[in-house]
């Protein structure tokens, strides 16, 4: 399907390869580019662009995956999808629905996860600073576990809950120190990361937890970082040393009912070769699984990402002095990753000719006034023209929730395909909403 190319560009993935890898996409050769039995061409025309477009069927599909794989090895492991990566509802619904409960960091995406069907008895709540309304919102709807990370935090919970007249569930987020190999902006298992408690001191802090009023102390939680695809070395060490620390928690008497794995398992956006989640599974149950515990997982992007893209349509192409820039309705405000962690994500046009249509170098380009509102450059692209439409692939996760509306551009809409049906499942936000709640001070009338 793909032409030949200058060797420079000849290492991405071909759009055949693209779309062989995820399963959720098909390229009809009438209709285009399809997800599930709907051609996003249709969805395009029905809500506009930019938007975005998530698989009810991939995201089944992938916690089935997930949930086979723990099963297999023999683990009894609950999923807490983390909402970060997708809040909205139907997405939320859809996991719920499969079994899936959640991980909130915040009293937003509490509340989120509670509208969207998930029992408060399968929500762990994470994050460096809880607030004290994050913490009245997690006690007074008695959620499943908070997932401490100082002893700050340990004793301002204490005296909520106290007041509260309730005890809270807390694990101890311990930092293990280990090198997850991914990007240093969502790497968070080193020493010098901010999350956690340095595992020497989590004996002591524990201790200090099964004294205080209004906190049980039940086990102990780790997340080294996010897209990790470096193998499952980074996870084993980490792993070991919470198993070491459960047994010395034991052996001085401490009760420990369960460990929360964390998230971070990565997804290929390009060609990497990421670990499957029998590896996660093989990893968890070669160093936590003597100890005899349930386990929790808490995967954002794997169970979403790969869900979910990207519509937009080309506002023109332009011949700059040395390369062709493909200017695209969506950017950096709709999709941050390119910008923001120089993320690859895959490109494909919609229209069935172009598809197999011979490429040639690009670069997309968003039209925020930045140059690094980029999503690709020299990237091998068939000619393009005005009203085009293109898929910016792997945007279900850490998409649409880091939009923002930078330049005054308004959030871009949510839709659901599932089998031959769509949905709009968030509005595109109407132009006016940007300037609804802001006021003009009177001296300035
Ligand atoms: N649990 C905790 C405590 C977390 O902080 C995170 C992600 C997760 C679970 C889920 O991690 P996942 O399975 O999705 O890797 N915006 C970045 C990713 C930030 C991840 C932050 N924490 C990106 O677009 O790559």
């Given at each position: 399907m793909a032409s030949p190319l200058p060797a420079a560009f000849g290492d991405d993935p071909s759009f055949a390869e693209l779309l062989a890898a995820r399963p959720g996409l098909s390229a009809d050769p009438l209709a285009g580019l399809m997800m599930e039995e709907v051609a996003l061409a249709r969805i395009a025309?029905?809500?506009?662009?930019?938007?975005?477009?998530?698989?009810?069927?991939?995201?089944?599909?992938?916690?089935?995956?997930?949930?086979?794989a723990l099963?297999?090895?023999?683990?009894?492991?609950?999923i807490h999808y983390a909402m970060k990566a997708?809040?909205?509802?139907?997405?939320?619904?859809?996991?719920?629905?499969?079994?899936?409960?959640a991980d909130v960091v915040s009293e937003g995406e509490l509340l989120a996860a509670r509208a969207a069907g998930v029992p408060a008895s399968a929500i762990v709540f994470s994050g460096v600073g809880k607030t004290e309304a994050d913490l009245r919102r997690a006690l007074a709807e008695d959620i499943f576990q908070i997932n401490a990370e100082s002893v700050e935090e340990i004793e301002a919970l204490s005296i909520i809950a106290t007041a509260m007249g309730r005890t809270a569930r807390v694990a101890l987020?311990?930092?293990?120190?280990?090198d997850a190999k991914t990007h240093a902006k969502i790497t968070t298992g080193l020493a010098e990361n901010k999350f956690g408690v340095a595992i020497g001191d989590a004996p002591a802090i524990y201790a200090r937890m099964a004294e205080?009023?209004?906190?049980?102390?039940?086990?102990?939680?780790?997340?080294?970082?996010?897209?990790?695809?470096?193998?499952?070395?980074?996870?084993?060490?980490?792993?070991?040393?919470?198993?070491?620390?459960?047994?010395?928690?034991?052996?001085?008497?401490?009760?420990?009912?369960?460990?929360?794995?964390?998230?971070?398992?990565?997804?290929?956006?390009?060609?990497?070769?990421?670990?499957?989640?029998?590896?996660?599974?093989?990893?968890?149950?070669?160093t936590l699984g003597d100890l005899g515990l349930p386990v929790m997982i808490e995967p954002g992007r794997w169970l979403a990402g790969p869900a979910g893209l990207l519509?937009?349509?080309?506002?023109?192409?332009?011949?700059?002095?040395?390369?062709?820039?493909?200017?695209?309705?969506?950017?950096?405000n709709d999709l941050a990753r390119p910008a923001m962690y120089d993320a690859w994500h895959g490109i494909l046009p919609l229209a069935p000719a172009a598809l197999v249509a011979p490429r040639t170098p690009a670069d997309i380009v968003g039209p925020v006034c930045e140059t690094g509102d980029t999503f690709a450059r020299d990237r091998a692209l068939p000619a393009m023209k005005a009203g085009d439409l293109v898929a910016l692939l792997d945007a279900g996760a850490y998409g649409a929730t880091m939009s923002s509306t930078y330049n005054a551009r308004p959030l871009a809409p949510e839709v659901m395909v599932d089998g031959d049906r769509f949905a709009v499942v968030r509005d595109r936000q109407p132009i006016e909403d940007l300037l609804a709640r802001q006021h003009m001070p009177d001296w300035l009338t």
């Amino acid at each position: 399907m793909a032409s030949p190319l200058p060797a420079a560009f000849g290492d991405d993935p071909s759009f055949a390869e693209l779309l062989a890898a995820r399963p959720g996409l098909s390229a009809d050769p009438l209709a285009g580019l399809m997800m599930e039995e709907v051609a996003l061409a249709r969805i395009a025309a029905a809500v506009g662009t930019p938007a975005w477009v998530y698989s009810a069927g991939t995201l089944r599909r992938r916690l089935a995956a997930l949930r086979g794989a723990l099963d297999g090895a023999g683990l009894n492991a609950t999923i807490h999808y983390a909402m970060k990566a997708n809040d909205n509802l139907a997405v939320v619904r859809v996991l719920a629905a499969g079994g899936a409960g959640a991980d909130v960091v915040s009293e937003g995406e509490l509340l989120a996860a509670r509208a969207a069907g998930v029992p408060a008895s399968a929500i762990v709540f994470s994050g460096v600073g809880k607030t004290e309304a994050d913490l009245r919102r997690a006690l007074a709807e008695d959620i499943f576990q908070i997932n401490a990370e100082s002893v700050e935090e340990i004793e301002a919970l204490s005296i909520i809950a106290t007041a509260m007249g309730r005890t809270a569930r807390v694990a101890l987020r311990v930092n293990p120190d280990v090198d997850a190999k991914t990007h240093a902006k969502i790497t968070t298992g080193l020493a010098e990361n901010k999350f956690g408690v340095a595992i020497g001191d989590a004996p002591a802090i524990y201790a200090r937890m099964a004294e205080l009023p209004g906190i049980e102390p039940i086990g102990i939680a780790m997340h080294i970082g996010s897209q990790i695809t470096a193998g499952m070395s980074a996870y084993r060490a980490a792993y070991a040393k919470a198993a070491e620390l459960v047994r010395t928690l034991r052996t001085a008497g401490l009760p420990v009912q369960r460990v929360d794995c964390g998230g971070g398992l990565g997804i290929p956006y390009r060609d990497e070769i990421a670990p499957p989640p029998e590896a996660l599974a093989g990893a968890i149950k070669a160093t936590l699984g003597d100890l005899g515990l349930p386990v929790m997982i808490e995967p954002g992007r794997w169970l979403a990402g790969p869900a979910g893209l990207l519509l937009s349509r080309v506002v023109l192409v332009k011949h700059g002095a040395t390369r062709r820039f493909v200017v695209l309705d969506a950017a950096m405000n709709d999709l941050a990753r390119p910008a923001m962690y120089d993320a690859w994500h895959g490109i494909l046009p919609l229209a069935p000719a172009a598809l197999v249509a011979p490429r040639t170098p690009a670069d997309i380009v968003g039209p925020v006034c930045e140059t690094g509102d980029t999503f690709a450059r020299d990237r091998a692209l068939p000619a393009m023209k005005a009203g085009d439409l293109v898929a910016l692939l792997d945007a279900g996760a850490y998409g649409a929730t880091m939009s923002s509306t930078y330049n005054a551009r308004p959030l871009a809409p949510e839709v659901m395909v599932d089998g031959d049906r769509f949905a709009v499942v968030r509005d595109r936000q109407p132009i006016e909403d940007l300037l609804a709640r802001q006021h003009m001070p009177d001296w300035l009338t």
